[in-house]
């Protein structure tokens, strides 16, 4: 992926959290804070887990590969957001565990 690419799902990644924000405002006065964010992120890779458990059926419920995939996108979104929420830019983020992790692996 091209950091065009990346730059592009980072923006509209944020501008849909904008949009969540007017949602969390009008209904119930406040947009969520930083740890309910990292919450929800938390609750979507849980269910990563469980979807991911079902696709090998390992967990006695229906496989859906595309509530699967909505999960796993998701949870790359909230990443994203949890990212920007906290002055952290997710593509230097990742280059630079990229960059260590391969160093530690040869």
């Not at 969520?32 to 419920?61: C, H, Y």
């Not at 995939?69 to 998701?74: A, D, Q």
């Amino acid at each position: 992926m091209s950091n065009n690419n990346f730059d592009d799902i980072i923006n509209r990644s944020l501008e849909i959290r904008k949009k969540y924000h007017e949602l969390e405002v009008q209904h119930h006065d406040s947009e969520w804070t930083v740890e309910e964010d990292a919450l929800a992120f938390l609750t979507d890779a849980g269910l990563v887990g469980r979807n991911i458990m079902s696709q090998q059926q390992r967990w006695p419920k229906a496989n859906s590969q595309s509530e699967l995939e909505h999960k796993l996108g998701e949870s790359i979104w909230w990443l994203i957001v949890l990212a920007n929420r906290s002055n952290i830019d997710i593509k230097e983020a990742m280059e630079q565990f990229l960059s260590k992790t391969e160093k530690l692996i040869g």
